[in-house]
């Protein structure tokens, strides 16, 4: 038989439907693709064997029965994220020692009654925060990709970061698709890294409820696949409304993957030149002007535009999140779950259980927020960076007004780096700039995608970004098919680590 | 605006987060360095500018004011590293 890890998820789905192989026969193919790869590439860190195998027999059964869900048996990863009922649940942090929640995230429910299978939990930077899951209390990730002259004796790459167990599992083969969420960049950046796509869907599409909380103003979930239409399916499952989080938009979800062959014919794609970095490796501005002649020659008209306020979306986000972060992560304090430091005094316990359960990034974060919002330098800085977070808002509100459809940026400003560069060791700032081109998006609330379009002279993939009006994901999965087809890559990393 | 040693400390007590002495310049320079990239926000001109309170457009749903989910107190304090008669258990902060 083929290797049923190979297929999409579409494919997938449609072997299943037409009974050509079962869900629990898929399943057992990503579960045995997970015992060979995961040492290597450390994805998962919690595999739920057991739960994989019950939830496909009951998928068989509903095929059987002609009651099948939209992605009934197809096996999916869940970012460490994710509240799942009885299951590893840590954001991979070590404060989270042995949670195991009583409830269920909204968006992994919403999959589950669409038929998906659950094969594991995936690992990620420590509460999100991080840019190449170094930042993991379970130790990085992998990168399915090497140099093509790497014999194996090169340092092993980043995945990126913070959803860096979803995109290398996806790129991997180890799951048919994978859930992620993006605060600043933390889906579209690991995509780009390992060569997969990956959208970060308007603000309020996919409920937050049960999702461990980053920054809440800029958190939002979405899914991590190896195609454009793979992606829009699984989108079309965890998006809608809920009234268990406030900020969720009672708006109808369409079916996105309609739109994915709607093409790009008549639309304006707008081409932003404050994104034209200083220092920006031939490399990206190759592949940036490689995409517009895609889309121009798809029936798109190429506009230039300026979005003044560019440049200072990376430092008010560095306000904006760690603010929301130290106010969120008040609640780890060694009551109510989780890790635990005896303490003399109840303030001891609450000091010496946040030392020893946070990570350093994620210290220095809340460290950062705490000083933010603290008498005296609130409006200095907190209020400041909420003003230029409107003025970013603004810019795009009125390139959107003057009739453009969306906007066509890099994703990234590098490939995938080695895990343990020491330049991004030495300066928090340096790793930051990662999401340079990414971290615009969130401020302002919008949608975008990232769809893999190139590859650099190592041959390590390189991908492009799509960012829309609000609640015009279909437009961008119409738009990175373009893109997608355009580009006719290879994106099945070789399986070295199978040896 | 940059931080020394005693603000370091002021914040680690303020965030609840133990500092070891021997991490504070770490944490001084660390900071400084985020401090420094920020700083450029001030050459943008917010004047008349409202700050952002909500990234869309969009007023706070409301919801009848009654239980709709209570009742779970085992299942509240089942993750709770030291807990009895469904009570969290703290150190003495009352002497």
Not at chain 1, 52 to 60: F, G, I, L, T, V
Not at chain 1, 433 to 461: E, S, Y
Not at chain 2, 38 to 49: C, F, K, T, Y
Request: net charge negative.
């Amino acid at each position: 038989m083929t290797d049923l890890t190979r297929l999409s998820l579409k494919e997938t789905r449609n072997g299943l439907r037409a009974r050509q192989f079962s869900s629990l026969e898929v399943t057992s193919a990503y579960l045995e693709a997970i015992k060979t790869g995961n040492e290597t590439l450390n994805a998962y860190i919690c595999v739920e064997e057991e739960i994989a195998r019950n939830q496909a027999k009951k998928s068989d059964e509903r095929l059987a029965a002609g009651e099948a869900g939209p992605l009934e048996g197809v096996p999916l990863g869940i970012k460490d994220l994710f509240a799942t009922r009885g299951v590893h649940t840590q954001a991979a942090s070590h404060i989270l020692d042995g949670f195991l929640p009583e409830y269920e995230s909204t968006v992994t429910a919403n999959l589950w009654n669409d038929g998906a299978v659950m094969l594991g939990k995936l690992n990620m930077d420590e509460f999100a925060m991080g840019s190449s899951n170094e930042t993991s209390y379970f130790g990085p990730v992998v990168n399915p990709w090497r140099p093509a002259d790497d014999d194996g004796s090169g340092p092993a790459l980043v995945p990126g970061g913070s959803s860096g167990g979803s995109a290398s599992a996806v790129s991997a083969m180890l799951c048919a698709g994978a859930t992620a969420t993006d605060t600043g960049g933390s889906i579209r950046q690991p995509a780009a890294f390992c060569g997969v796509v990956g959208i970060k869907p308007t603000y309020g599409r996919c409920s937050r409820w049960g999702i461990v909380a980053f920054a809440s103003s800029l958190d939002q979930a979405g899914p991590l696949t190896r195609t454009v239409e793979d992606n829009a399916m699984m989108l079309t499952s965890m998006a809608g409304f809920d009234s268990r989080d406030s900020t969720s938009a009672d708006v109808p979800v369409p079916d996105f993957a309609a739109a994915v062959e709607r093409g790009v014919k008549g639309l304006s794609i707008g081409i932003p030149r404050e994104y034209r970095m200083d220092g920006m490796p031939g490399e990206i501005e190759t592949l940036w002007k490689q995409g517009i002649e895609w889309l121009r020659d798809e029936g798109a008209r190429i506009r230039d535009i300026s979005l003044p306020h560019t440049r200072y979306a990376l430092p008010a986000y560095y306000i904006v999140a760690p603010a929301e972060a130290s106010s969120n992560l008040a609640r780890y304090d060694g009551v109510k779950y989780g890790l635990r430091v005896a303490g003399k005094s109840i303030d001891e316990m609450y000091e010496l259980t946040r030392a020893a359960g946070f990570g350093r990034e994620v210290q220095r974060r809340v460290m950062i927020g705490t000083y933010v919002l603290s008498a005296g330098y609130y409006d200095a800085y907190y209020k400041r960076a909420q003003k230029v977070r409107t003025l970013i808002k603004r810019d795009f509100e009125q390139v959107f007004a003057d009739g453009v459809d969306a906007i066509l940026t890099p994703a990234t400003p590098s490939a995938a780096f080695a895990i343990g560069d020491a330049e991004m060791a030495a300066d928090p700032v340096k790793m930051y700039l990662n999401d340079i081109f990414t971290v615009t998006v969130n401020m302002a609330g919008l949608p975008a995608i990232a769809v893999p379009a190139g590859k650099d002279r190592q041959g390590l993939p390189l991908a492009l970004q799509l960012i829309g009006r609000p609640f015009d994901e279909e437009t961008l999965f119409a738009g990175g098919r373009v893109i997608e087809r355009s580009a006719g890559l290879d994106l099945a990393p070789g399986k070295w680590w199978q040896k | 605006m940059a931080v020394d040693g005693k603000t370091v400390r002021r914040i680690g007590s303020l965030a609840r987060i133990r500092i070891d002495e021997d991490d504070v310049d770490n944490y001084v320079n660390e900071l400084n360095v985020i401090l420094g990239f920020v700083e450029q926000l001030n050459e943008v001109d917010v004047e008349g500018v409202e700050p952002m309170t909500s990234v869309t457009p969009m007023a706070l749903r409301r919801r009848p004011d009654k239980v709709d989910a209570g009742g779970h107190a085992d299942r509240i304090v089942s993750n709770a590293p030291l807990s009895e008669d469904d009570f969290f258990m703290v150190p003495k902060v009352v002497e």
